[in-house]
């Protein structure tokens, strides 16, 4: 269900408030950050019978070190943590604090429970209801007149990935709400660069691929004015310790229908 990934990430496409405060300036150092270190230790254990597997990588010149544990159940679901510890020096501000993954193109609806029906962010929220949604991903995308980042969902309790036959990847909240991105488009597409190249969202070709990113927290949009204010202080990655937590699960395989049947069986037996 997963061509590559889960991968740290700390990058986002700059959107226009971004280029304003030369945040794609700023903050560069985490376009890269987390995709080229080689990883410095794993191992594997066995804990109460399951698999958990460890990654731990470091970062900005060991100033910094990312541990991934992935705890695996019998149903194959995958439970995954993601701790960074800032251990010196000082850094600008992180542009997000998550995962990214690439999914198979047949993994084209999204269904999310968590703020919508439209794009949310952490600073620029309040108009997005807390509901159920569903949508295909192809139109998760606003296509703002440059590209630039786009289609965040925030306070995400869970999210599901499917195909046209029901089946699926599940992203479930575990520690802390969680912020879900679902695009045809890679970050790369959406990146204007650092100097801002001239292009337009009409010049995008949707990929075949979806780009999912799965999120802890996106720095904020800023909008105070468009030419040099950061945003607000509480909406900043700071560079700091952060950790996380959530589920990745199948939906709609043979072992889970059977277990919804054996479930409903027993209620109608009383049991």
Do not use: C
Not at 134 to 145: F, I, L, R
Not at 196 to 224: C, M, P, W
Not at 246 to 260: D, F, I, M, N, R
């Amino acid at each position: 269900m997963i061509k590559k990934g889960p991968m740290p990430d700390f990058w986002r496409a700059a959107n226009d408030n971004d280029f304003g405060a030369s945040t794609q300036k700023r903050s560069r150092i985490w376009l890269k950050t987390g995709k080229i270190e080689p990883v410095s230790e794993a191992k594997i254990l066995i804990i109460g019978g399951n698999p958990q597997v460890i990654f731990t990588k470091k970062m900005l010149n060991g100033d910094a070190l990312y541990t991934t544990t992935y705890d695996v159940d019998a149903e194959g679901n995958i439970k995954i943590k993601n701790k960074f510890d800032a251990l010196k020096g000082n850094y600008p501000m992180m542009l997000r604090f998550g995962n990214a993954m690439v999914l198979p193109k047949e993994f084209n609806t999204i269904k999310w429970y968590g703020r919508g029906p439209h794009e949310s962010y952490w600073d620029r929220k309040t108009s997005a209801t807390v509901g159920q949604y569903e949508g295909k991903v192809e139109d998760q995308y606003h296509p703002y007149v440059r590209p630039q980042e786009s289609g965040n969902k925030a306070d995400v309790r869970w999210a599901t990935l499917t195909n046209s036959k029901g089946k699926g990847l599940m992203i479930a909240q575990d520690t802390d709400f969680l912020n879900v991105n679902a695009l045809n488009h890679s970050q790369e597409d959406l990146d204007p660069a650092e100097e801002k190249a001239q292009y337009h969202s009409g010049d995008l070709i949707g990929r075949e691929e979806v780009y999912l990113n799965v999120d802890l927290q996106q720095t904020g949009l800023a909008g105070i004015d468009s030419w040099g204010h950061l945003p607000l202080e509480q909406y900043r990655l700071k560079y700091k310790n952060y950790e996380y937590t959530y589920w990745l699960k199948p939906v709609g395989t043979a072992s889970q229908e059977k277990k919804t049947k054996v479930g409903t069986s027993e209620k109608e037996n009383g049991n």
